[in-house]
């Protein structure tokens, strides 16, 4: 895909992803749905707090209306809130306007289907010909609609209190007296997640929930979970979650101030889910970015695991095509296919929360059973990743790493899937090996010439 990644078009906003493209996307899914119908297409719009997702979400509704498709706007909502309502509102398809755990100035489009699962590439491909002009319209240009089939836009603020409603009705418990911290990422989640848990009872302490269009993920959320872990600990609260911009993962801390990552959580919930027999295929789907402390701490309690490339979507293919109940990424991205169709960082701390009330054991308990390997993970800037992938040198010096760990660790590459950067993660013994081992295949990248120079980060 050339502007499609793993999450979406996503770029620098009025750089790569423009006002142009967001026109364009809204022209060919309004012309794409519409002809399928003897009416106006439905879409569901939602967007998280960044400066340009206004600017974003008006042309996206100019291009949809153009195209002859009706707009209803959730406005600022969840990427999982536009994932509900358009798998139960009968929307033709969903929008999210969002560039995740990225700083302000990014931003991008995700498409979601009448399913609420990511759009499929077949329709990607399409819309990407679009955009470079090699989609064959017919014409000049994609029909135009006139008089009543122009579009028409709807706020539609009932859609995302329905989802809110959702999640306080899969609760099966009362958080009263508990006193949880929630860290907003001054992101999506910085209104519902506060209503959620008021709702369940719970004594609520929130941080970063003051968008200003520029502070998204600044220093906050789940990507720096430090924030929010000195925040427990020092207001001496039972637990924490913390979620990123357009609140799809979760990342909680304990009543000791200690992290409790993606992985960790995955097996809090897949135990819980387990003792209560209702674990489809007594599996577990994690990527392979994954800890090997989460796999030898699922071998001992019994759960199979499968391991897929990253990315969520991988992960929710996956559980489709073979009944899996559960599955995730380290991140924070968990998929309870039960529930939900997508990541949900706010319905992950819900189950969460309930897995410490119906143990009746502090988080710091039941997060100690799996004993994390130190793991290191570089990110490098790059012109081309394909490059780096390729190059000899780069591929031996992977295999010679290998050869070194052997089954005590081990060492991946990868393209990200969302930005201009090569990961390198490296788990072993000690973070001094992990740190080694990741230290000499980052030289060799270097060396090679294929790095930005000076634009390496940890």
């Known amino acids: 895909m050339k502007y499609f990644g793993t999450d979406g078009f996503r770029g620098k906003a009025g ?31 939602g967007k998280d707090t960044r400066r340009s997702s206004y600017m974003l979400e008006y042309a996206i509704v100019a291009g949809l209306t153009a195209s002859g498709a009706d707009a209803y706007l959730l406005h600022v909502t969840t990427t999982p809130s536009v994932s509900y309502v358009a798998q139960h509102d009968d929307f033709d398809c969903g929008i999210m306007i969002s560039a995740s755990h990225n700083p302000f100035y990014d931003n991008g489009i995700k498409l979601i289907n009448s399913d609420g699962e990511k759009a499929d590439d077949g329709l990607l491909s399409k819309i990407e010909s679009y955009l470079d002009g090699n989609f064959d319209c017919g014409g000049d240009d994609l029909p135009l609609a006139t008089e009543d089939k122009i579009g028409k836009v709807v706020d ?8 809110i409603g959702y999640l306080i009705s899969i609760s099966t418990f009362s958080c009263k007296d508990i006193k949880i911290g929630l860290d907003c990422a001054n992101g999506s989640a910085w209104m519902i997640a506060k209503s959620v848990f008021d709702a369940l009872g719970a004594k609520t302490y929130v941080i970063n929930a003051e968008p200003d269009g520029t502070n998204i993920n600044k220093d906050a959320g789940s990507t720096h979970i430090e924030r929010l872990a000195d925040y427990v600990k020092r207001e001496h609260l039972d637990i924490g979650f913390a979620f990123d911009g357009d609140a799809d993962r979760c990342i909680a801390v304990d009543e000791l101030g200690q992290v409790v990552n993606g992985d960790q959580i995955m097996y809090i919930l897949a135990c819980e889910m387990k003792r209560r027999s209702v674990l489809p295929n007594n599996t577990v ?89 130190p793991q290191v993970l570089k990110n490098v800037r790059v012109g081309n990743k394909s490059k780096v992938m390729l190059n000899e040198k780069v591929k031996n010096k992977l295999l010679e790493i290998r050869g070194e760990i052997g089954s005590s660790g ?23 090996l992990c740190d080694k081992y990741v230290g000499e295949l980052v030289s060799v990248i270097f060396d090679e010439g294929l790095a930005l120079e000076g634009r390496s980060d940890k």
Do not use: C
């Open 410 to 432: 081990r060492i991946l590459l990868r393209e990200s899937g969302t930005e201009p950067v090569i990961r390198v993660m490296a788990e072993a013994e000690s973070e001094e």
């Open 15 to 45: 750089v790569s992803l423009t006002a142009e493209h967001a026109y364009k996307i809204g022209r060919f899914i309004g012309w794409y749905f519409s002809k399928q119908r003897s009416d106006n297409a439905r879409v569901v719009i």
């Open 156 to 163: 539609y603020f009932s859609g995302r209190n329905r989802y």
């Open 285 to 373: 789907v994690t990527t392979v970015m994954s800890n090997m402390g989460l796999y030898r701490a699922l071998d001992e309690a019994g759960i199979d695991h499968v391991s897929t490339q990253v990315g969520d979507r991988y992960v929710y293919e996956n559980m489709r095509e073979n009944g899996h109940g559960i599955g995730g990424e380290q991140s924070g991205h968990i998929i309870m296919s039960k529930y939900s169709t997508t990541g949900d960082g706010i319905l992950t701390a819900i189950k969460l929360m309930e897995a410490v009330i119906e143990t009746k054991l502090p988080l710091s308990k039941l997060a100690s059973r799996v004993k994390m390997y």
